[in-house]
Antibody
């Protein structure tokens, strides 16, 4: 089982970014998936969840700004981050619901 | 949202010492399906979190058996029987019984 995030970077406040999480070693389409973030020096915070049937749920802090999606044909999970704020600066991890697989993280820095 | 209160926030141990970490939930984590979705993670410095214990007391594959989990309802404990140098890092409890997924604030284990 492997999860590999990409797409992180430095972005100005108010701008957008799209993260990807490429999955391998398991039947991706059968699993719901989470995005979880960790601000510098802080703990873990859940961001969003997408079910195997593409139902979605968001944390209040990102609702209306972030969009989670998936492409089962590409075994890839996405997180579209819009209207970014400085408080969105974090490492973003994709993870399976059982917490048994995590990616290496994608670093997002929101700064002017 | 379910609040997980972890104690202590920091722990200093010598090699071979046994230590315990407590995780208390603001509500029962017993799911209607009979499972209790309380898991323990370790995040080593500079790494992604990894699963140690799932469903309260089940040892994840590849995890040394010096790690054990116990508890029920709202009170849970992670025990390390004989700390080793590689055990340093931050330990998190996480619950998946009640949406949204929530994490404890973490316990940092330092090696004396």
């Amino acid at each position: 089982v492997q999860l590999v995030e990409s797409g992180g970077g430095l972005v100005q406040p108010g701008k957008s970014l799209k993260l990807s999480c490429s999955a391998s070693g398991f039947t991706f389409s059968s699993y719901g998936m989470h995005w979880i973030r960790q601000a510098p020096g802080k703990g873990l915070d859940w961001v969003a969840y997408i079910s195997s049937s593409s139902g979605t749920v968001y944390a209040d802090a990102v609702k209306g700004r972030f969009t989670i999606s998936r492409d089962n044909a590409k075994n890839t999970l996405y997180l579209q981050l819009n209207s970014l704020k400085s408080e969105d600066t974090a490492i973003y991890y994709c993870a399976r619901p059982g917490m048994d697989a995590w990616g290496q993280g994608a670093s997002v820095t929101v700064s002017s | 949202d379910v609040v997980l209160t972890q104690t202590p926030p920091t722990l200093s141990a010598t090699i071979g010492q046994s230590v315990s970490i407590s995780c208390r939930s603001s509500q029962s984590l017993l799911h209607s399906n009979g499972n209790t979705y309380l898991h323990w993670l370790l995040q080593r410095p500079g790494q992604s979190p990894q699963l140690l214990i799932y469903l309260v007391s089940r040892l994840e594959s590849g995890v040394p058996n010096r790690f054990s989990g116990s508890g029920s309802g709202t009170d849970f404990t992670l025990k390390i029987s004989g700390v080793e140098a590689e055990d340093l890092g931050v330990y998190y409890c996480v619950q998946g019984t009640h949406a949204p997924l929530t994490f404890g604030s973490g316990t940092k284990l330092e090696i004396k």
